[in-house]
């Protein structure tokens, strides 16, 4: 199947969501409900205070309708996101490991499921200070590009769906100095695509997706 112009640009947040929303989470039933049949397999029965996993959709629909409490996942707490960043602003430290769609998941239980969370202020905040620190590991990361590869472990989904239109237009970039330039001038012209890629990047990565 052909890809389209669009899906070589990207998703939307929205599209990333409705993907999320795949994913599985934990709710304490309010009401005794009976076995949901579902198209991936039965669900059920609940039968409070017992915990179910269903899909974060089902979750969010229940939780709309008073029929559930949702359990906020262990790394969307205050104690967990404040030992991320702190990992996260050791020098020379990786990306750490988050779920895929962490962004997507957090903005849907903050949005939907707010008085499940504990100190869901701080959890905002956390999670806006864990983003700005992850971009600002992305903009030198990709300031250190080459032409052979980019590797940057433990990117979410929707990080990677931020810097994925500048990809092919920089490696492009890179093969063409790789192919024109010789040693020396090699390093000149980089040095000038990197200010000039750092530049696209502040644009690209200015507005947040929590804010």
């Not at 390093?187 to 696209?200: H, T, V």
Request: glycine share 2%; aromatic share 6%; hydrophobic share 35%.
């Amino acid at each position: 199947m052909a890809i389209t112009h669009r899906q070589q640009e990207g998703f939307t947040m929205p599209e990333l969501e409705y993907l999320a929303q795949c994913e599985s989470i934990s709710i304490v039933p309010l009401h005794r409900m009976d076995r949901l049949e579902l198209v991936r397999g039965a669900i059920g029965p609940f039968r409070p205070p017992q915990k179910t996993e269903v899909p974060l959709w089902l979750a969010v629909m229940l939780k709309r309708t008073n029929r559930c409490r949702i359990v906020a996942p262990k790394w969307l707490s205050y104690e967990s996101l404040r030992d991320q960043c702190k990992e996260e602003e050791r020098p020379d430290s990786l990306f750490t490991k988050l779920p895929p769609h962490y962004l997507e998941i957090a903005h849907i239980l903050l949005t939907f499921a707010e008085d499940d969370l504990v100190e869901p202020q701080n959890i905002r905040r956390l999670l806006q200070d864990l983003r700005e620190v992850r971009q600002s590991k992305t903009r030198e990361g990709l300031k250190m590009l080459n032409p052979l590869q980019l590797q940057m472990d433990n990117l979410s989904l929707a990080e990677i769906n931020e810097i994925r239109p500048l990809f092919k237009h920089s490696f492009d970039m890179l093969r063409h100095v790789d192919a024109l330039a010789s040693a020396t001038e090699e390093s000149q012209q980089q040095g000038q695509f990197a200010d000039r890629l750092y530049s696209e990047m502040d644009d690209t990565l200015g507005s947040s997706y929590l804010h």
